[in-house]
């Protein structure tokens, strides 16, 4: 059996059968643990001079290869073009694009310096397995170093619109770089037809729907294969895992304070994304048009930092920190907060336990990928009595959750009264939503994902040696 290997931006700290890690991580481990292979990828340190060495850790048949990056790489890089460019822009937020052609040149630079990093630790048979938008350039750089094996790519992250990705300057690079993989992964079908279009459109390659399901692409001298693979949850290990929480600390805290109310309850990182601060309005609305609602309802917003050190990130903050200010001093009252705004982090277990204690699970991102917590909200509840979750139609998770309320997070109107259904639902409503929701979390649960997205790349042909230099690849500068 071919070793797999992952490369990931940061390596997943796995505690092995703990509940710290998320189902992503566990699954990929998973996988690595049965074919044994590699996780490569940044450590998090950042140095401030030097020369950053690989750390290579073995654990049973799986080998962890990390590896610091230097200030200027990691400010290029990761803060630069990964994430005040590529991000907003993925997630159709062009107005909030920043591009610097140095982060994209030091963005090239660490991709194809990281795939000089792995090149010495691969064997002729690996399978190397490509995640997210940090690595677009990293089957390009392998591909100039001279290595042939077979290499998939997952995009966590939606795949924009044609027009949209017209705003990232070098989005031709972008996807001719995409096309060294030989298989390419989106999470959803819009994500994929997005894909095609701009293949077909501005690129002028070709695409063609195959009898297998993949979509085979011609592009760039290159061809590969690409298909839509949701991600999905282990949905009976959470369910596990907030049943156990039932009587704990955290949710008796919380039903002491409520005293009754009924709670809805959000957790996102604090991301422009996520549409936190239309969320917070569309809850303002409900208590605006339904006063029976005051005093009745608190909304549970948990909204761990990230990116802090980023503009846009700063200003989502501010931009929050005012929002539920001034909604609770509209509405607050000596007995009842309405909005509980928590910026921190909580445990996994901690989590899961408080989605299975509340009635609603409002999940509202202007655009995501997935969205992995409506499906650990979903997983968390107890079916006898389940909570509703009200889903944004731009969250990735829409395409398969149909049993939830399904809303656009740019009507303020429609969220408030979708709220409102849900904290009315029947139980048998609730019950058989529930059910429908929890069967397709099943049938496409982590594993299914992992091995679906491994069997397409196994079956696709290797490449032959000059192939990619067939196909005018410019072999990247390597970092000072
Ligand atoms: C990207 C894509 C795609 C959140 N707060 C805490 C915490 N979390 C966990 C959640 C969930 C995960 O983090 C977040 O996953 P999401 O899918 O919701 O969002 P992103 O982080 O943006 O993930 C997304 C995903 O990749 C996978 O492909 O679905 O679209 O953007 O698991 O539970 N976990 C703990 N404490 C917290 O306070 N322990």
Same mark, same amino acid.
């Given at each position: 059996? %071919?070793?797999?290997?992952?490369?990931?931006n940061?390596?997943a700290?796995?505690?092995e059968?703990?509940?710290?890690?998320g189902?992503?991580?566990v699954?990929?481990?998973?996988? $690595?643990?049965?074919?044994?292979?590699?996780?490569?990828g940044?450590?998090?340190?950042?140095?401030s %001079?030097?020369?950053?060495?690989?750390?290579?850790?073995?654990?049973?048949p799986?080998?962890?290869?990390?590896?610091?990056?230097?200030r200027?790489?990691?400010? *290029?890089?990761?803060?630069?073009?990964?994430?005040?460019?590529?991000?907003?822009?993925?997630?159709?937020? =062009?107005?909030?694009? *920043?591009?610097?052609?140095?982060?994209?040149e030091?963005?090239?630079r660490?991709?194809?310096?990281?795939?000089? *990093?792995?090149?010495?630790?691969?064997?002729?048979?690996?399978?190397?397995?490509?995640?997210?938008?940090? #690595?677009?350039?990293?089957?390009?750089?392998l591909?100039?170093?001279?290595?042939?094996?077979?290499?998939?790519?997952?995009?966590?992250?939606?795949?924009?619109? %044609?027009?949209?990705?017209?705003?990232v300057?070098?989005?031709?690079?972008?996807?001719?770089?995409?096309?060294?993989?030989?298989l390419?992964?989106?999470?959803?079908?819009?994500?994929?037809?997005?894909?095609?279009?701009? @293949?077909?459109?501005?690129?002028?390659?070709?695409?063609?729907?195959?009898?297998?399901?993949?979509?085979?692409?011609?592009?760039? /001298?290159?061809?590969?294969?690409?298909?839509?693979?949701?991600?999905?949850?282990?949905?009976?290990?959470?369910?596990e895992?907030?049943?156990?929480?039932?009587?704990?600390?955290?949710?008796?805290?919380?039903?002491?304070?409520l005293?009754?109310?009924?709670?809805?309850?959000?957790?996102?990182?604090?991301?422009?994304?996520?549409?936190?601060?239309?969320?917070?309005?569309?809850?303002?609305?409900?208590?605006?048009?339904a006063?029976?609602?005051?005093?009745?309802?608190?909304?549970v917003? @948990?909204?761990?930092?990230?990116?802090?050190?980023?503009?846009?990130?700063?200003?989502?903050?501010?931009?929050?920190?005012?929002e539920s200010?001034? @909604?609770? /001093?509209?509405?607050?009252? $000596?007995?009842?907060?309405? @909005?509980?705004?928590?910026?921190? *982090?909580?445990?996994?277990?901690?989590?899961?336990? #408080?989605?299975?204690? %509340?009635?609603?699970?409002?999940?509202?991102?202007?655009?995501d990928?997935m969205? #992995?917590?409506?499906?650990?909200?979903?997983?968390?509840q107890?079916?006898?009595?389940?909570?509703?979750?009200?889903?944004s139609?731009?969250?990735?998770?829409?395409?398969?959750?149909?049993?939830?309320?399904?809303?656009?997070?740019?009507?303020?109107?429609?969220?408030?009264?979708?709220?409102?259904?849900? $904290?009315?639902m029947?139980?048998?409503?609730?019950?058989?939503?529930?059910?429908?929701?929890?069967?397709?979390?099943?049938?496409n649960?982590?594993?299914v994902?992992?091995?679906?997205?491994? !069997?397409?790349?196994? !079956?696709?042909?290797?490449?032959?040696?000059?192939?990619?230099?067939?196909?005018?690849?410019?072999?990247?500068?390597? =970092?000072?």
């Open positions: 059996m %071919s070793r797999l290997i992952i490369v990931s940061r390596v700290p796995i505690s059968g703990g509940p710290a890690a189902g992503l991580a699954g990929v481990y998973d996988a $690595l643990k049965e074919t044994g292979g590699m996780w490569f940044w450590s998090g340190d950042v140095l %001079s030097g020369q950053p060495q690989i750390a290579v850790e073995e654990r049973g799986v080998t962890f290869a990390t590896i610091g990056l230097l200027r790489d990691y400010d *290029q890089y990761y803060r630069g073009f990964s994430n005040a460019t590529l991000w907003p822009a993925f997630h159709y937020r =062009a107005d909030l694009v *920043q591009y610097d052609r140095h982060d994209f030091g963005y090239r660490v991709n194809a310096w990281l795939a000089q *990093q792995l090149v010495p630790l691969l064997r002729d048979d690996d399978v190397i397995w490509v995640h997210d938008y940090h #690595l677009i350039p990293f089957a390009q750089a591909r100039a170093a001279g290595v042939h094996n077979r290499i998939g790519f997952f995009l966590h992250i939606p795949f924009p619109a %044609s027009q949209v990705l017209l705003a300057p070098p989005h031709r690079e972008l996807v001719e770089a995409l096309c060294s993989f030989d390419l992964g989106f999470q959803t079908k819009p994500d994929l037809r997005a894909f095609c279009d701009y @293949i077909v459109n501005e690129a002028g390659g070709s695409v063609e729907r195959l009898d297998d399901g993949l979509t085979r692409i011609d592009a760039f /001298g290159q061809t590969l294969r690409a298909g839509d693979y949701p991600i999905g949850v282990y949905p009976d290990e959470i369910a895992l907030a049943k156990a929480g039932e009587r704990g600390k955290p949710v008796r805290t919380l039903k002491a304070t005293h009754g109310r009924k709670v809805i309850m959000s957790v996102d990182r604090l991301d422009y994304s996520k549409g936190l601060v239309e969320r917070f309005r569309a809850f303002e609305r409900l208590l605006d048009q006063p029976s609602q005051r005093n009745r309802v608190s909304f917003q @948990i909204a761990p930092p990230t990116r802090a050190d980023l503009h846009a990130y700063q200003d989502i903050r501010l931009r929050l920190e005012a200010g001034r @909604i609770n /001093g509209r509405f607050a009252e $000596l007995d009842w907060t309405p @909005i509980w705004y928590i910026h921190r *982090q909580y445990e996994r277990a901690v989590l899961a336990a #408080l989605f299975r204690a %509340s009635h609603v699970g409002y999940v509202t991102p202007l655009r990928g969205n #992995l917590v409506a499906k650990e909200y979903v997983s968390a107890d079916p006898d009595d389940p909570g509703v979750l009200v889903l139609c731009f969250a990735g998770a829409a395409q398969e959750l149909t049993g939830a309320l399904i809303v656009n997070p740019f009507d303020t109107d429609g969220m408030a009264d979708a709220l409102a259904v849900a $904290l009315a029947p139980v048998a409503e609730r019950q058989a939503r529930h059910r429908d929701m929890l069967a397709q979390l099943r049938q649960n982590v594993s994902w992992r091995d679906r997205f491994m !069997r397409d790349l196994s !079956r696709v042909g290797k490449r032959e040696a000059g192939a990619s230099a067939a196909a005018g690849v410019v072999p990247m500068p390597l =970092a000072d």
